[in-house]
């Protein structure tokens, strides 16, 4: 490995190649997994332990009420025999457009116990990004709400998921003997980027980079023993983020549906973190700014993540104002907005990140490197495009064939973030200038 990238201890998994059926819907570039002898299980066993080990315990509460982990467990392997008895075979890409996060839940557990690749749509998605969606995934199944019915009104085979009569037919039948049946190292997810823009791309990521991405964040904060609150619609980067996050605990997601009932939910006490964009945040804090005053010290979560961009040093400073006993974790995910690169810890004593904007150490489980833009590795303190691979980050991009090659898409391994930023001796990564780099490819 080249002197200039920064590494974490690579996993330990040992892997036995398989040959897997590859059906015609599967999404292109899709090469074939791995099944390791031993490892990390999948995200569906995850759950499975826990819903066997604490069977009434609430895996999901939002404004619609709350689903357990026993019940979410046996729906979901009702409606995973339900999709095998349609037709979805291994490696399928399965769409889920839910309302609400418990039945989103029961869907993204069914595809993964059926040994399918789970497509999550935002709830508000409608229209022209749909149909990118359909045809750049090119699922043959659909997963859907009522509410989100009509906006697939061309799929004859969407299985309305609060539907009595779907689940009349799904209960009916006998659990398939073959369920589980997915890998750690098989594609779990095929995360969408930009599907309103010109430049929707997906990115597959395995079950074993989900592990990986909760394992370094509970490294970091502890696990989370309590509920995860989320402000992001069913469906969101950080809501699927904070879902496994919260499961790898034996925690519960709390899914809140706007910014007055998070605010009241992180500030009364029963929770344990909250997963949020830098913009959530800044707007819950707005409203908590304004509130009355408690006699008494303010009350707040254990820790607050937020997902995605870097944060803002005015938003750590009002954080710490606000919220001195709550800690906070920024992790930079700078392509699928799901799996983040590095992670940094503020305090209140952090100093102004200046000209360049330190987003933290890289994680275990990713290689990160700036590069020239002909594509060629620069040492520490030389500025190039940030880019990055592995175990714990998606694995291959999906895109339309006849587009150019794109920010963040893989050349092989490679992901290429389109931000400039430099490595510091000491691994810390630090972004400058947003860098357009619309063309070329990673080396």
């Not at 430049?199 to 989900?210: C, E, I, Q, S, Y």
């Not at 904060?221 to 809501?239: E, H, I, K, W």
């Not at 906070?328 to 700078?334: D, M, Q, S, T, V």
């Not at 794109?406 to 092989?412: D, L, N, S, V, Y």
């Amino acid at each position: 490995m080249s002197s200039t990238e920064t590494t974490a201890p690579a996993g330990t998994l040992t892997a036995t190649p398989r040959r897997p059926h590859t059906p015609p819907h599967t999404p292109p570039h899709t090469p074939p997994r791995a099944q390791p002898s031993a490892g990390p299980r999948t995200l569906d066993a995850v759950f499975a332990a826990a819903a066997r080990d604490w069977p009434c315990a609430v895996a999901v509460r939002d404004d619609a009420g709350a689903l357990t982990y026993g019940r979410a467990q046996a729906r979901a392997t009702q409606l995973a025999t339900a999709l095998v008895r349609r037709g979805v075979q291994l490696g399928d890409p399965v769409v889920v457009h839910c309302q609400d996060h418990r039945q989103t839940l029961v869907a993204h557990l069914a595809v993964l116990r059926a040994g399918a690749v789970c497509v999550p749509v935002p709830g508000e998605l409608r229209g022209p990004a749909l149909r990118r969606i359909a045809e750049l995934s090119g699922a043959p199944q659909v997963l859907c709400s009522a509410a989100t019915r009509p906006r697939w009104q061309h799929r004859a085979d969407a299985l309305v998921l609060d539907d009595d009569a779907t689940w009349t037919r799904i209960n009916a039948l006998r659990p398939d003997p073959s369920l589980p049946r997915s890998g750690p190292t098989d594609a779990a997810y095929l995360l969408i980027a930009d599907p309103r823009g010109p430049d929707t791309r997906g990115h597959l990521v395995d079950h074993r980079a989900f592990g990986f991405c909760a394992d370094a964040r509970t490294a970091a904060l502890g696990g989370p023993a309590g509920r995860v609150a989320v402000r992001q619609a069913p469906g969101g980067q950080r809501a699927l983020s904070a879902m496994w996050w919260a499961f790898a605990g034996g925690g519960a997601l709390l899914g809140r549906g706007d910014d007055a009932a998070l605010l009241e939910s992180l500030t009364g006490g029963g929770t344990r973190s909250a997963v949020l964009s830098a913009g959530e945040y800044t707007a819950v804090l707005d409203l908590l700014a304004r509130a009355p005053r408690p006699a008494g010290p303010r009350g707040g979560p254990g820790s607050v993540v937020l997902l995605g961009a870097p944060c803002p040093d005015e938003l750590a400073r009002r954080h710490f104002d606000l919220l001195p006993g709550t800690r906070l974790l920024a992790e930079f995910a700078p392509v699928d907005g799901v799996m983040p690169w590095t992670a940094r810890e503020l305090t209140a004593h952090d100093a102004p990140s200046g000209a360049g904007h330190a987003v933290g150490a890289v994680l275990p489980h990713v290689r990160a490197r700036v590069q020239d833009p002909d594509g060629r590795p620069l040492a520490a303190g030389h500025s190039g495009e940030v880019c990055a691979t592995g175990a714990a980050l998606p694995f291959d991009t999906v895109s339309p064939p006849d587009r150019a090659f794109t920010p963040g898409e893989a050349a092989g391994s490679l992901l290429r973030s389109g931000r400039l930023g430099r490595l510091a001796p000491d691994g810390a990564l630090h972004l400058l200038d947003p860098l357009n780099c619309r063309s070329g490819a990673a080396r």
